[in-house]
């Protein structure tokens, strides 16, 4: 079993569609929790840390259910500038070490 | 700011040879960590350097890959002899030791293909 697992995809949705993605980890030591964005042949960006009480950042949303070891990212009117792959990424320290432990993936394309 | 920089963006090279990759970490950043991505699979810790020091390089594949941060600045990673399975994107990431959640910023990566 994969340590994050991520829907597999692809999503095609049309513009101004709310689109929600999915994620479970299955180490139950994992204390940090983030979507990270990843446009064709570039590098992961950081688009949100996950709260516990779950956090908002414009059109985005993000939960976290600590008991389901479940993340889950909300995306309301979606644009064409939201096609990317949306990786599920989890970090478990462990002896000071930060590495962070990512899911295969989901794409997203907003057609117009 | 500049990001994390990393060199060559690709680089083709045939099995059996040597490719040293290099990675620029942000100024300032004590951690620098090493991610490949093969084809089809997920992204995959490699090692962690805190500064010059080996923190952790539980992913290295095998001793074909050495990794160095010689003064705790850049950072190289070398694959020697490389073989086909090393194709994939190398990537790098930094980050700043003492702040909260650490967040991790990553270079655009090396593309590595062996033939």
């Known amino acids: 079993r994969k340590e994050v697992e991520q829907d597999p995809g692809p999503f095609n949705v049309p513009e101004g569609a709310t689109v929600a993605f999915n994620c479970t980890y299955s180490?139950?030591?994992?204390?940090?929790f983030f979507w990270y964005r990843q446009d064709c042949r570039k590098e992961p960006k950081l688009l949100m840390s996950?709260?516990?009480s779950g956090n908002e950042d414009g059109r985005f949303t993000a939960q976290l259910n600590r008991a389901s070891q479940y993340i889950s990212l909300l995306i309301r009117d979606s644009k064409l500038s939201d096609s990317a792959t949306y990786l599920c990424?989890?970090?478990?320290?462990?002896?000071?070490?930060?590495?962070?432990?990512f899911g295969t993936g989901t794409r997203l394309t907003i057609i117009p | 700011e500049a990001g994390v920089t990393q060199f060559p963006s690709h680089s083709v090279i045939e099995k059996g040879q040597t490719v040293t990759l290099r990675c620029d970490p942000i100024?300032?950043?004590?951690?620098l960590y090493w991610y490949r991505r093969v084809m089809g699979k997920e992204i995959k810790f490699l090692l962690h350097?805190?500064?010059?020091?080996?923190?952790?390089e539980s992913g290295m594949p095998n001793n074909r890959f050495l990794a160095e941060r010689t003064g705790g600045t850049y950072s190289t990673l070398k694959v020697q002899p490389a073989e086909l399975e090393d194709s994939g994107v190398y990537f790098c990431?930094?980050?700043?030791?003492?702040?909260?959640?650490?967040?991790?910023?990553f270079g655009p990566g090396t593309r590595l293909l062996v033939l």
């Open positions: 996950v709260y516990s």
């Open positions: 180490n139950s030591a994992s204390q940090s």
């Open positions: 990431a930094s980050s700043q030791e003492g702040t909260s959640r650490k967040t991790q910023y």
């Open positions: 100024s300032g950043h004590d951690n």
């Open positions: 990424v989890v970090n478990t320290p462990s002896f000071g070490n930060e590495k962070l432990t």
């Open positions: 350097f805190v500064k010059e020091s080996k923190q952790d």
